[in-house]
């Protein structure tokens, strides 16, 4: 009894111990980060700097911009492309470059007919010439032209003008890259 009498007023002890700060004259929420954040005291290591050669890292960086577009007088280009003509055609439409300087030609492949044999889906490519401005039915004329007459056959297109694009269907990509560099864009 008397041991657990002595706890008792053990406790009421540092009750009391912890409770004088909220009577001192303290007042906390003038500063509420002075109880909240531990004192700091500031410590400074040594360190050591170890040389390093910063151009064999500089080499694996990719290059942070884009190198300027090779003129057409510099010759043919092993890989078949071919820069705009210097004064742009005369048309009434004209073609732009992505942002590696190559054709606007992107691929796409889409659910075509339903094969009723085998219930499976026939799918169909298609080729997406974009970044086309000005009158974009006359670049379809155009375009439909020049695949009719190199294939032999009829060709699908579908013209988007508001996004300044034509989605080919049944010609491959390598003759609408032939009709970009033959037309001069």
Not at 102 to 122: S, V, Y
């Amino acid at each position: 009894m008397a041991k657990r009498l002595s706890t008792v007023l053990s406790r009421c002890r540092v009750l009391q111990s912890s409770n004088i700060r909220y009577f001192s004259s303290e007042k906390p929420w003038e500063n509420p980060w002075e109880h909240a954040l531990p004192k700091q005291s500031e410590t400074f290591t040594t360190f050591k700097e170890s040389p390093v050669n910063w151009a064999n890292i500089e080499r694996l960086l990719p290059r942070s911009t884009i190198p300027p577009m090779p003129r057409a007088t510099d010759g043919p280009f092993p890989s078949g492309w071919q820069a705009p003509q210097d004064p742009p055609p005369a048309l009434p439409y004209f073609i732009g470059r992505t942002r590696y300087h190559l054709p606007p030609l992107f691929l796409e492949r889409r659910r075509d007919e339903l094969n009723p044999m085998t219930m499976d889906f026939e799918y169909v490519e298609l080729v997406a010439l974009k970044e086309i401005s000005g009158d974009v039915f006359a670049c379809d004329v155009d375009l439909k032209n020049f695949l009719e007459a190199e294939l032999g056959h009829p060709v699908a297109t579908y013209v988007d003008e508001l996004k300044g694009m034509i989605k080919v269907k049944g010609a491959p990509r390598k003759l609408l890259e032939k009709f970009v560099y033959a037309q001069g864009f």
